[in-house]
């Protein structure tokens, strides 16, 4: 299965917007541009030919010469983004060549990504049209109404979603396409392949693979990032 990865980089991030001004997925992590760092993952699998980095048109040149520092084997697209997440991964699709069989959309602020979290969600695909990795919820949930607790929230059955999420290239350019003639913004790409019909499995994902979000986040990355230089 020939296999591409689409990263959506475009957010400014806004929670972690510093007096920089510089975006998050173009923020310095343990010495890398934080989007640099999914580039490697995806090029350490073999299955991976190529990659679809999706950012603001005004950070493209900053884009590149982050790039230009790599030795990366996989073929690389740079294209601007949409005005959303869902619309820059709409556009990422459309430098995807056509021969591709699978889609691995993975977000910049997830520094974090092992290359065998990738390989999971594709081999995933031999018997479903999409994959997610995911983490079991271990907390205790709770429902309320003006910080008043209106129910406690059965954990069986959840899910924390993360990315990477693998796709068959058909089903996910179909229900990218459907969404945006219903004008539906989902927020993940995987309750786009839902809503139209697909079969969407998990696959066991990483408590590592954080979302960054806040300073705090920055921080933890960067530590673990540099741990796992050592």
Same mark, same amino acid.
């Given at each position: 299965m020939s296999a591409w990865g689409l990263i959506p980089a475009a957010g400014a991030g806004e929670r972690l917007m510093m007096h920089d001004g510089i975006p998050k997925a173009m923020r310095p992590v343990a010495g890398s541009a934080m989007f640099v760092h999914s580039l490697r993952a995806f090029d350490a699998v073999d299955a991976i030919e190529g990659a679809v980095l999706v950012v603001d048109e005004l950070w493209m040149e900053h884009a590149l010469s982050e790039l230009v520092k790599e030795s990366l084997r996989i073929k690389l697209e740079l294209i601007g983004g949409g005005p959303s997440r869902q619309a820059s991964v709409t556009q990422g699709l459309k430098a995807v060549p056509p021969t591709v069989d699978a889609v691995v959309v993975h977000d910049a602020a997830r520094p974090l990504v092992d290359p065998q979290l990738v390989q999971r969600v594709l081999m995933a695909l031999d018997e479903a049209d999409g994959a997610v990795c995911a983490v079991a919820l271990e907390d205790t949930l709770k429902r309320a109404d003006d910080l008043v607790v209106t129910q406690t929230v059965p954990r069986d059955g959840l899910w924390r979603a993360q990315t990477p999420q693998a796709f068959r290239a058909a089903v996910l350019r179909d229900a990218h396409a459907r969404a945006r003639e @219903? %004008?539906?913004? +989902?927020? @993940? @790409? %995987? &309750?786009? &392949?839902?809503? %139209? +019909?697909g079969h969407v499995t998990l696959v066991d994902g990483d408590p590592r693979n954080v979302k960054i979000t806040t300073v705090g986040d920055l921080a933890l990355a960067e530590m673990l990032l540099e741990e796992g230089a050592r």
């Open positions: @219903d %004008a539906f913004e +989902g927020t @993940d @790409d %995987a &309750v786009l &392949v839902e809503r %139209a +019909g």
